[in-house]
């Protein structure tokens, strides 16, 4: 049993897990400007906002700001494999970016939306469930 065990979690690609990040020592040394970033976003009236349907994941962005000074990065991140990942500009249309179904597997994903209002800079961090 032991033995069939650590063939699978070695030699089977459906087992591979991989580092969260591969310069983890360099983003911890900007982890307080994360957290910055993250009470930026706190502050605000109302915060980025993640809606599944059946089209797949909708990013809401508040109405009361002006989409044309919106800026950043959308970070869809997979940790059970890195392939899967999705690291794109923010693209809005009406407030809001769409990340196709098909574009997606079903499981546990981590969303980072690192963006910029007006010269300050704001955060969004939350697991998603797909």
Request: zero cysteines; hydrophobic letters at 35%; a negative charge.
């Amino acid at each position: 049993f032991i033995l069939s065990f650590v063939y699978k979690s070695i030699a089977i690609e459906d087992y591979h897990h991989e580092l969260v990040s591969e310069d983890y020592y360099k983003d911890e040394l900007h982890y307080q400007e994360e957290i910055d970033k993250i009470e930026n976003a706190s502050t605000l009236e109302k915060n980025v906002e993640l809606k599944t349907t059946e089209e797949g994941l909708w990013i809401l962005f508040p109405e009361s700001m002006d989409q044309t000074r919106i800026s950043g990065t959308l970070s869809i991140l997979r940790f059970s494999n890195k392939k899967l990942d999705i690291v794109e500009p923010l693209v809005l249309d009406q407030h809001k970016m769409l990340i196709s179904k098909e574009r997606l597997v079903r499981g546990k994903w981590e969303v980072k939306i690192d963006w910029k209002y007006e010269e300050e800079a704001y955060m969004f961090k939350d697991s998603w469930f797909y």
